[in-house]
Each structure stands twice: as structure tokens, then as C-alpha cells.
């Protein structure tokens, strides 16, 4: 299966996650790319900081929700728009289980 973000999963999963190893992932992702061999260390702090930011506020949310929430709301990072070659949408997207879209610029 094609991989088409550095990484996505729910919530839930998020909050679970080892911070290096996720920006193991999205450096390996971005790698990837023709036009992108390499990723600079200001990419990597960037990564750093919106962990940092996405990771404290969805735990934050997530003490006022019910769990089963967690499990159907979706996070990517660095996703890339179906057939534009590498091209992606914004830097954190958010999807609810109601279907509604936040986009996330860091």
C-alpha cells in the first residue's frame, strides 16, 4: 500500500507515539521525494515544535472527550495531494469523525 503522508493515524494513536521515531518517519517520507533528497535541520525543529503543539493539545482535547472519539478522529502530517508529485496540502490536517476538514499551518 502507497504511503501518502509521513504519518497518519487516529488520535489515539498519536498520543501513544515515540517522538523520535516520528520524526524518523516524516524525515524518511520526505526523503523520498526527487526534489527532496535531503531535509534540513530547520525542517526537523519545525517537526519537533508541531509535535510538541499537536501532541499537548490533543491530549489537553482529549481529557474532555469520550474516548471512542479518539479512535475515529484522524491526524496526518505532511500529506500529500494525490497526483501532484510530492506537492502537500498543509502541514497538520485534522479530520473528525463528522466528516469536518482542519487544515493546520505551522
Not at 507515539?17 to 517520507?29: G, M, R, T
Not at 530547520?42 to 491530549?59: G, N, S
Not at 472519539?69 to 473528525?96: C, P, Q, T
Request: aromatic share 16%; hydrophobic share 40%.
Amino acid at each position: 500500500m502507497e504511503q501518502f503522508s509521513g504519518w497518519s493515524g487516529y488520535w489515539a494513536e498519536f498520543l501513544q507515539v515515540n517522538k523520535q521515531k516520528f520524526i524518523e518517519q516524516l524525515s524518511n517520507y520526505c526523503r523520498e521525494f526527487d526534489w527532496a533528497k535531503t531535509v534540513s535541520e530547520q525542517q526537523i525543529m519545525a517537526w519537533h515544535h508541531e509535535f510538541d503543539v499537536m501532541h499537548k493539545t490533543l491530549k489537553s482535547l482529549s481529557e474532555n472527550i469520550e474516548a471512542s472519539f479518539l479512535n475515529k478522529a484522524w491526524i496526518s502530517f505532511e500529506h500529500e495531494l494525490f497526483g501532484e508529485s510530492g506537492k502537500r496540502a498543509a502541514d497538520v490536517n485534522l479530520v473528525l469523525p463528522s466528516g469536518e476538514l482542519f487544515l493546520i499551518e505551522f
